[in-house]
């Protein structure tokens, strides 16, 4: 089997849509412990830190629900963090299989600001694959 040009650090983050933003919050806050990190208000987004990861909470029930994919639950997607980013190589090795790729964008994460692109597995999760 040939090795991927790729290596995976860490889950980064995952994004979850939510109905009852201050219930979500109140539970992943108070219950679990986890900090406010930032507030996306113009996308209705909420990031929350737990450990090295975030848990990002995407209120579906205002103008955000334009955007959410009414063919999932209530995951938007999950982030995985590589050690290092070559795009080229990346974009490359993922098309040879018949994965679709996304542009890459700058997108904030457990990490902080950075490019990532987005795919899809099989089942028609999101995959956000991200730079360290």
Known sequence: MVEPPFAFAALDHVVLRVSDLPRMLAFYRDVLGCGLEKKQEAIGLWQLRAGDALIDLLESSDAASDAVDARRRNMDHFCLRLQHWDEQALRSWLQG??????PAVTRYGACGSGPSIYIEDPEGNTVELKAP
């Open 97 to 102: 299989r018949g994965v679709s790729v996304g």
